[in-house]
């Protein structure tokens, strides 16, 4: 079984930054991508950054230039970086790891369980 453990969300001042992390656990060969989506309140879920295995990412265009996205593949962790805060980021936020694949050769999607973002003076 292979599971997200997401960290550091919290209330911060807009023009304020949060770092989040997401470690996944469990019997993991490679993770194809691994990336941070998020959902404000009466909203969808949206794709806010990815990064794949190779280091190639992309953004959604409300964050590109605040945003940064890292992993470290040898701990299975992905980070996010999120500089100059604004109300409209807030929202919770998903880890999710696409193509878990386990030395036995299962592949699937896995899900954090999220965590709050609150921008806000």
């Known amino acids: 079984q292979v599971q997200l453990v997401e960290s550091g969300g919290g209330l911060v001042q807009p023009g304020g930054s949060l770092r989040l992390s997401c470690a996944a656990s469990?019997?993991?060969?490679?993770?194809?991508?691994m990336g941070w989506y998020r959902q404000a309140p009466g909203k969808q879920r949206e794709l806010v950054a990815g990064?794949?295995?190779?280091?190639?990412?992309n953004y959604a265009d409300s964050v590109k230039g605040r945003f940064t996205i890292s992993r470290d593949n040898a701990k299975n962790t992905v980070y996010l970086q999120m500089n100059s805060l604004k109300p409209e980021d807030t929202a919770v936020y998903y880890c999710?790891?696409?193509?878990?694949?386990?030395?036995?050769?299962?592949?699937?999607?896995?899900w954090g369980q999220g965590t709050l973002v609150t921008v806000s003076s």
């Open positions: 469990g019997s993991i060969f490679s993770i194809y991508a």
């Open positions: 999710n790891a696409d193509r878990v694949v386990t030395p036995n050769h299962r592949s699937f999607e896995v």
């Open positions: 990064i794949t295995i190779g280091g190639s990412t």
